[in-house]
């Protein structure tokens, strides 16, 4: 198997769309925290999860974040739930679409999964608002 380089077409591709879902600030710091321990993991999920998966042209980006928060609703990991519906913002995905996706995840992997993850989303939607309101109030009050 080859070895990955981060000057590859597929590595390039991911990069920006690991940017357009995530958005430049949430990449900018995964980037400045990378260490060359971790730096080949870095490479493999921007090439892989970005370049490949959400690359893909079959499904969009609303999509693909639909069914990412329900899989990683349903195997419990939590910080990549909230890091997923801050993404929404960028996804077009909708807290009505996410509310259905996690919906599912209560019939096929299980209620407490399911409300666990409902908190979360509620918390993150809920910070996301107060941000959006703060940013609403400084960009009015510098007018």
């Known amino acids: ?8 077409a597929r590595f390039e591709t991911g990069m920006k769309t690991r940017r357009s879902v995530l958005g430049n600030a ?12 971790d730096q080949p993991f870095q490479e493999l999920i921007t090439e892989g999860a970005w370049g490949t998966v959400w690359s893909g042209q079959k499904w969009t980006k609303r999509e693909r974040s639909m069914v990412t928060i329900a899989l990683l609703a349903a195997l419990g990991h939590d ?8 993404a929404t913002a960028n996804t077009g995905a909708s807290p009505e679409d996410i509310r ?6 209560a019939i096929y992997a299980g209620v407490p999964a399911a409300n666990h993850a409902f908190k979360i989303a509620k ?14 109030k400084d960009e009015k009050s510098t007018a």
């Open 26 to 37: 949430h990449v900018d710091r995964a980037e400045a925290g990378q260490t060359p321990f």
């Open 1 to 8: 198997m080859a070895e990955t380089s981060p000057s590859s």
């Open 123 to 136: 918390a993150t939607y809920a910070e996301m608002d107060a941000a959006h309101a703060a940013g609403d």
């Open 100 to 105: 259905e996706a996690l919906m599912h995840v």
């Open 79 to 86: 910080d990549e739930v909230a890091m997923h519906v801050r």
